[in-house]
């Protein structure tokens, strides 16, 4: 029993506490003459002076609509100094986060316990409360480690709670709300586990709940559309790609406009060039997260304009299907740590030969790699959907298509649990056409994981593709990319291609739509 003689005062002290604190929150914002209350023998009083250490950051508060703030508040704590410290925390537990800025505000002493406890007790509590997802699982299950690193738990819940406070302001700066959408990105990148089974049902993840409240606001990603790669466009842009954002949530007009555009940046051949190993990459390796939103955009609608029963035979898309194994059959493996071998439906779209030398190089009314070009009548692109099985080989096995440097692609070189993965397998088409298919997964320096393979007919190597997994590890969203010749000859043909992996048993409906 705690310190006060009996339960029943036991009770009334923690009554008294959080009494306290919600008057402390109320009492930051008042006026400085407010004379002297008395709860339960705390006493609040104007006539001492306020202590607090400016060099701590302050949780994100409510603004209860009073702005003016008192020069000197007073808070009489010498009731509460009597709590151990470890009944104030777990009173301070059953607070909300910004009671608890405000309850810290008052005293050095609300403060120290607050801020300097000897463990982070009081902040993981507050975390998982909150609720977010607790990330001692996605170490150990994700990672592949058998530790869990530290978690500065005080850290990212008051990242969290400022970036959603930022995001949702319209007075933050350009910069913060950067940092802000850097924030939510590293969350996705670390929510849970899909295969984790709660009832027959994937178990439910706090982290996208409180993401998908955030994001899925039109106004929040409708902007900062272009093709420079600075961080501001690059941020939103991978944000649009994770939740599927850039087709939607537009007049007619405006999503017209934007289809167009991603294709012409799509088709562009000089978006193409070694220095980006061809594909959606910037020249430093790391994944263009602007390319990939215009491919998505265009794989998306031209999977919208096809007839049924294809027109619903895509990709699973939200945050839902970003998050790691929430493709079939998958879940963490040393071995198969991307969820590689399995039954795989690839969508791949191009246009006619003739059109996409004419669009690059022809001297086309209003010049060449006009967007107008694609809103011409004779215009056409194709989609075509085939069936992939792949499975896992040694290095030594591929025969066609070997591994590129790791250095010079932005990818990982020192031991870690994601070893490269080597693969091979079959690709068929609706014409009955089959290639063998070859080629490596690897995880980037910037933590996206990268696929590389060849298509091979009667022992010709004679297209390449490269891809990103849209999401984490074995997303269910699956991998956006670029396909073109192995060559790499100039004005050879190139289009986006959405590999996504299905149930082994899943129907077969192979076709081409023109």
């Known amino acids: ?25 109320i009492l930051h914002y008042s006026l400085p003459n407010m004379g002297e209350i008395s709860i339960h023998g705390i006493t609040l009083s104007s006539t001492c002076s306020h202590a607090t250490d400016p060099t701590q950051p302050p949780i994100p508060s409510h603004d209860h609509g009073l702005h003016t703030k008192p ?4 808070v009489n ?3 509460i100094i009597t709590f151990p410290n470890e009944l104030i925390q777990r009173i301070l537990v059953s607070c909300q986060a910004h ?6 505000q008052t005293c050095r002493l609300a403060r120290s316990i607050v801020y300097h406890s000897s463990d982070q007790y009081l902040w993981r509590k507050l975390f998982l409360l909150h609720p977010f997802d607790d990330p001692r699982k996605y170490f150990l299950r994700i990672s592949g480690s058998n530790s869990v690193p530290f978690f500065d738990w005080q850290h990212e819940l008051t990242r969290r709670l400022k970036a959603e406070r930022s995001i949702t302001s319209a007075r933050t700066s350009k910069q913060e709300k950067v940092r802000a959408l850097e924030a939510l990105i590293s969350v996705i990148q670390k929510t849970p586990s899909a295969y984790q089974v709660d009832r027959g049902r994937v178990a ?19 902007s900062q559309h272009g093709a420079d790669a600075s961080p501001q466009v690059m941020v939103y842009s991978q944000l649009r790609s994770y939740v599927a954002l850039s087709f939607d949530y537009q007049g007619e007009w405006r999503t017209k406009m934007r289809r167009n555009e991603s294709r012409r940046f799509v088709y562009d051949l000089r978006n193409y060039t070694p220095k980006n190993s061809w594909g959606p990459y ?9 390319h990939i939103e215009h491919l998505i ?8 304009d096809l007839p049924n029963p294809w027109k619903n035979l895509r990709p699973p898309l939200g945050l839902e299907a970003t998050r790691p194994y929430s493709a079939p059959g998958t879940r963490a493996s040393d071995i198969d740590w991307a969820g590689v071998e399995g039954t795989w439906r690839r969508y791949v779209c191009f246009m006619d030969y003739r059109d996409l030398f004419a669009f690059n190089f022809s001297d086309v009314p209003n010049g060449p790699q006009n967007i107008t070009f694609f809103e011409e009548p004779h215009f056409r692109e194709a989609t075509r959907l085939m069936e992939v099985k792949l499975h896992l080989t040694a290095l030594e096995n591929l025969r066609f298509c070997r591994p590129r440097k790791a250095k010079s692609e932005g990818l990982r070189t020192s031991p870690d ?10 690709s068929k088409s609706v014409n009955g056409a089959e290639a063998l298919v070859e080629g490596t997964v690897r995880m980037g320096h910037d933590g996206v994981v990268r696929w590389n393979f060849a298509s091979i007919y009667s022992g010709d190597v004679q297209w390449s593709s490269d891809g990103a997994q849209i999401g984490n590890i074995a997303s269910g969203f699956g991998v956006v990319g670029v396909w073109t010749t192995v060559s790499h000859d100039q004005g050879d043909p190139i289009g986006p291609f959405w590999l996504w992996k299905v149930h082994d048993n899943a129907p077969v409906h192979l076709m081409e739509y023109i």
Do not use: E
């Not at 649990?417 to 079959?426: A, N, Q, R, V």
């Open 1 to 25: 029993m705690y310190p006060g003689g009996s339960l029943f005062a036991s009770f009334i002290s923690c009554f008294s506490l959080l009494t306290f604190i919600k008057l402390s929150q």
């Open 71 to 74: 020069k000197h508040l007073i």
């Open 77 to 79: 704590v010498n009731s």
């Open 99 to 104: 009671d608890v800025a405000a309850f810290a």
């Open 204 to 222: 439910q993840s706090h982290d996208i709940t409180w993401l998908s409240r955030i994001l899925l606001r039109p106004q929040i990603l409708d």
């Open 282 to 290: 910037l020249d430093n390796g790391i994944v263009n997260w602007i």
């Open 297 to 304: 955009t265009v794989l998306l609608w031209n999977l919208h």
């Open 417 to 426: 649990p994601y070893p490269p993965l080597y693969f091979s397998g079959s």
